[in-house]
Structures are given as C-alpha cells and as structure tokens.
C-alpha cells in the first residue's frame, strides 16, 4: 500500500499541523528516503546519525516550512546549496505546482538530486550545478525567482548577496500578509532555515547587506518539542 513505509508519526504531525498528504506524494516521500540512503551509501551526503533520523531531522524539517507560509501556485523557486535534495525535494512533492530549482556547486551531489527527480518523474524540479554568484549569470536567471530557500547554508549575509541576483525585483509593501494561520509571502524573498542564536548574525547582516526586512519565525509546531525541533528557525529576508 502507497505510504505504508512513511513513519505513522510523520503522517500524523503533518496532519494536525495543517498539512494532509495523499497516499501518491506519500509514496513519492518514501521513494526518496530510499533512493536517497541509497546513494548515501556511495556519496556522503547526510551522516549516518541523520540517516536513522531522516524523517524527522530533513523531510520534516523541510516541510515544516509549509505550516508557517502558504506559497501561491506556479512560483519558482531556488533550493541554494540543496546538498541531497533538501528542503527542495520534498516540497516539490508536497507542492507539485510550484516550479523548483536545486542548486548545488558539488557535482557529485547533483548527480545524485538528478538521478532521485527522474526516478521520481518530478517534471516541475530542475537541476543545476554552479556557484551562486556566477550561475545566474551564465543560466540566465538574474531576477527570475519569487522565493531563495537554503537550509543549513552559509552565514545569513552571504546567502542575502548569494541570493540577491536570482529575486525579483519587488515593487510591493515590504510586510508579510497573514492568511489564517499562514504567511503569504506577497514579494519575492530569501528564507533561510537554521537554529540556535541568530541574534548576532542577523545584526551583522543588516550592516553588510541593504534588505528591506528580516523576521524570525521560531518554528515551534505541534509535536517539534517532542521531536528536539523547538529551536529550529525560518528567517525571511525582504532583500
């Protein structure tokens, strides 16, 4: 039965959390756990310790996101420094109207994220592999993104200058709009997932780097005390 090796628990955080899944992108999860410790076998790309705790320390954690933001249908949007395929993939599964990019400057991890969107048939998801601050140059993909996630990548100043290139240029109110219990994002914006103090980081930031916002979103779901993701953040940057 689609589903039946996604962890019950998983499911049912998700659920109560606003977030139903079919049994198809529940299935297409569980094809990517597998494809993806697969190839962890071969190529590093998560530790072992994080392999035994994959569902919640990196598919729950990248979709946790979508608790907190409601993202419009048929954005596009970059996964910088996607490693093997998070927080990209999974939302691509959860959310197949949005168009994603995986971005990674190894190419022995992109080879990988390639190899699981073709086994996966998501026809949405493309793979490219560059630096930050040339790729948008030689894709052609200055200005062309409504959102930059990037998880456990880089301080916050340099994924501010890394992303500024690929956002769009945004003429809209520099807030973000709540719809019900979400966050609409209304003008395009960097993301970053990370934990721990930011404090500092994100003063820093301000002085380097001219942005039009920062908020941080503690990410404090139902079941993440529970699961030791109580202090995992969102930091949105109007940039």
Same mark, same amino acid.
């Not at 996604?6 to 529940?26: A, T």
């Not at 993806?36 to 979709?63: A, C, F, G, M, P």
């Given at each position: ?17 606003? @977030? ?33 705790? +994959? ?24 996964? @910088?420094?996607?490693?093997? $395929? ?6 691509? +599964? ?60 880089? $301080? ?23 719809? $019900? ?20 980081? +994100? ?34 940057? $109007?940039?």
């Amino acid at each position: 039965m689609a589903g039946t090796d996604v962890p019950l628990e998983f499911q049912k955080i998700c659920k109560r959390n606003g @977030l139903s899944l079919s049994d198809s992108q529940l299935n297409l999860l569980a094809r990517f756990v597998d494809g993806l410790i697969e190839w962890n076998t071969k190529i590093n790309l998560i530790s072992r310790r994080d392999q035994e705790n +994959i569902w919640v320390s990196h598919v729950l954690h990248s979709l946790a996101l979508l608790f907190y933001l409601e993202l419009p249908g048929g954005i596009r949007i970059l996964d @910088l420094g996607t490693g093997g $395929g998070f927080p990209g993939i999974p939302i691509a +599964i959860v959310r197949p109207d949005v168009n994603v990019v995986l971005l990674d400057s190894i190419q022995k991890k992109t080879r990988v994220v390639l190899d699981l969107v073709e086994r996966l048939g998501l026809t949405r998801v493309s793979v490219w592999t560059g630096r930050a601050e040339e790729i948008h140059r030689t894709k052609g993909a200055g200005g062309t993104f409504d959102l930059v996630l990037a998880r456990a990548v880089g $301080g916050l100043s340099d994924l501010v200058r890394w992303s500024r290139p690929f956002l769009k240029v945004s003429h809209a109110s520099p807030e973000l709009l709540l719809v $019900g219990p979400r966050i609409m994002l209304s003008s395009p914006v960097l993301v970053a997932l990370k934990g721990g103090d930011l404090e500092k980081e +994100i003063a820093q930031t301000k002085i380097k780097e001219p942005v039009r916002f920062i908020r941080t979103m503690r990410m404090s779901f139902e079941g993440s005390f529970e699961l030791g993701l109580e202090d995992k953040k969102a930091v949105i940057v $109007g940039i």
